[in-house]
């Protein structure tokens, strides 16, 4: 249902917070009040004057899903804030597209944390970034297209992937993998990719089927995680998540576990590098 008032007061916020050069418009020194002008929005909406002003005057016609997705586009809207103005609209709320691009503020991050074995990936599970030292402690090549470089595929799929985790650990990894990968569902569930990606895991994997099957949801942002690494043994770490919740893409950091040796084996993976070492099929 429309919330009138709600919307008239969130577009009027938004067009007075911008200004012509935000939108590509020339400034001009006639301008009384800040921000754009109604007929300016209109414009860059692609409706009538009239139409719109009824819309921030709380009355007129209720606007199409089109209407509000070119609001969006005309006020500069972030996605949470095109979300929020489909749920004043009364609309449905558009699913966000799957991030493959990493921001510069996320990749400078990155390259600053190059101490530590540091993976970026989408919520899909495409992983999209890894550094030298989370390869050298993964025991991983060059990264593969398509499926072969999906966390949660990989995982579920590749009985090598689980190979230097102990055993006792991987019920545990494979319920928060679940439990991650359901909630991305639940945000995405229109979205054709996650729908065949989950189908695909559970005509290939009983596991999978099972733990899908008890609905447990969460976006997991700390865990432990240990690794059984062939030349440096036994690696204890503090699994890190960072997540951008505008593209749900996630960085992965693993910091050594406070108390164990793992800092200076981190340390001689550093030095000695990947070259040595190549990934199981």
């Known amino acids: 249902m429309i919330d009138r008032p709600g919307l008239a007061e969130f577009l009027r916020r938004r067009r007075a917070g911008l200004s012509p050069s935000d939108v590509g418009l020339p400034e001009t020194s006639r301008r009384r009040t800040p921000g754009l002008r109604r007929e300016e929005v209109a414009v860059l909406a692609g409706v009538s004057s009239d139409f719109y002003a009824r819309l921030e005057q709380a009355r007129g016609s209720d606007p199409s899903e089109s209407v509000v997705a070119a609001l969006a586009r005309a006020l500069r809207c972030t ?15 558009p699913p966000r597209q799957v991030g493959r691009h990493i921001g ?13 074995p540091t993976c970026v990936y989408n919520d899909l599970g495409e992983v999209l970034h890894t550094n030298a030292l989370d390869d050298a402690l993964h025991c991983r090549g060059r990264l593969r297209p398509g499926r072969e470089s999906n966390v949660y595929w990989r995982w579920f799929t590749r009985p090598a992937s689980r190979d230097r985790v102990p055993e006792a650990d991987r019920d545990r990894l494979s319920r928060a993998h679940v439990s991650d990968l359901r909630a991305t569902y639940s ?16 005509a290939n994997s009983a596991e999978f089927r099972i733990l899908w099957d008890r609905h ?17 043994g036994l690696v204890r770490l503090r699994c890190q998540v960072l997540v951008t919740p505008e593209t749900g893409i996630r960085m992965r950091v693993l910091l050594p576990l ?4 793992a800092a ?3 340390e001689l993976l550093r030095v000695i590098g990947t070259q040595q070492f190549f990934e199981a099929e």
């Open 79 to 93: 996605p949470d804030e095109k979300d929020h103005l489909f749920r004043l609209a009364g609309v449905p709320i």
């Open 264 to 266: 200076d084996k981190l």
């Open 104 to 116: 510069p503020g996320l990749r400078q991050l990155a390259v600053h944390l190059d101490g530590l």
């Open 187 to 202: 945000r995405r569930a229109e979205d054709d990719r996650i729908t065949e990606l989950v189908n695909d895991l559970a």
């Open 258 to 261: 406070e108390g164990t040796d």
């Open 216 to 232: 447990d949801v969460a976006v997991r942002g700390t865990d432990l995680k240990n690794i059984q690494h062939p030349t440096v």
